[in-house]
């Protein structure tokens, strides 16, 4: 009986919903580009549809909301900027093994020392350079093991915008790189994940235009990132078939 009341259990636990909230922000460039509001609005849309259950809003959570999550997405201008309570909020969330997922413009903020090392990595004012147009991203294999987030995944090219000279834990684990083409060519990191106590971050760069986040394979990179930041044991469990076909398919652009 007691067996059966354990697998009961744990199947309950197993089939409760992932719940995240998804930090937005306003639109600050041109047609296309640093569409917070857009993402914040679709998105919370498209996990609901796929089985979670979300919130959103153009503000840090409080701590009432961060309570009912387990995973936190942010993509908004300058979307580390926070105050004392905010920052004892997050760090409460963390402690209780929260994750966290970061997308482009929420790398940067006022105290970059926090920030990263909250997430693993931030922007440097005067020091963090951008570049926008054609990018490549480039995964990264460490002794031929691969990440689970980036499994079957393909190098592949796009028009958007990377960030280098970002300063960067040593103890971060790096999942994609891109050339700075900066006059002295040299790849630096473009998405990481970073495990510090009970939780789980990362953070992905490619996100200036919002045409990357309707790439069926990037957009299976965010949702997997998303399913292991909240320590799913199916980082696919959001994911559609044809995005996870999409990974290795040379007619999206990827480069052999």
Partial sequence: MKLLLFLALALVVHAEPLRVFIRGGEKTHGPGAH??????NDWKVLLAERGA???GAKAWPTAEQFAKTDVLVMYAQDGANASDEEKANVAAFTARGGGIVVIHTAVVGADTEWWKSVVGGAWVHGETKWREGPMELEYVKDSGRTHPIIAGAKNFAMDDEIYYDLSISTDV????KSDTEDGHPRKQAQMWTYEKGDYRA????????YTTFERPNYRAILLRSISWAGKRKNLDEFCKPEEIQALGQPDLGVKE
């Fill in 53 to 55: 259950v979300t919130d």
């Fill in 173 to 176: 684990t790096v999942l994609a």
């Fill in 202 to 209: 990362v953070v992905c760069i490619p996100g200036h235009l």
């Fill in 35 to 40: 569409e917070h509001e857009r993402f914040l």
